[in-house]
């Protein structure tokens, strides 16, 4: 299983950017989409996460701003739509999928690679 993590680059403040992340290789079902993100010295944080099909959790400083979701056409692709982007969004981005191979009955994470976002004026 592959996760590759894109649409990162830089913004003005103020404006919007869409991560995407599309998961590939033998992939029998995910339980969980999520994205993190970790700035320059600080640990990494959950930024969303959502049930596939389900609800979605946000952090306490993205809530109203950003917004998970899936592609309902393109199977295991999911997004995160940044809007009203402040310098304290800069960072890297990383997706997450709680995900179940054929053949396995439980559910691991697989992470991508990582998308910088920058936001600056």
């Known amino acids: 299983v592959q996760l590759q993590a894109s649409g990162g680059g830089w913004v003005q403040t103020g404006g919007s950017l869409r991560l995407s992340c599309a998961a590939s290789?033998?992939?029998?079902?995910?339980?969980?989409m999520a994205w993190y993100r970790q700035a320059p010295g600080k640990q990494r944080e959950l930024v969303a996460s959502?049930?596939?099909?389900?609800?979605?959790?946000y952090g306490d400083s993205v809530k109203g701003r950003f917004t998970i979701s899936r592609d309902n056409a393109a199977k295991n692709t999911w997004y995160l739509q940044m809007n009203s982007l402040k310098s304290e969004d800069t960072a890297v981005y990383y997706c997450?999928?709680?995900?179940?191979?054929?053949?396995?009955?439980?559910?691991?994470?697989?992470w991508g690679q990582g998308t910088q976002v920058t936001v600056s004026s």
């Open positions: 997450k999928g709680d995900i179940r191979v054929p053949g396995i009955y439980t559910w691991k994470d697989y």
């Open positions: 290789g033998g992939i029998a079902s995910i339980k969980v």
């Open positions: 959502k049930i596939w099909g389900g609800s979605a959790t």
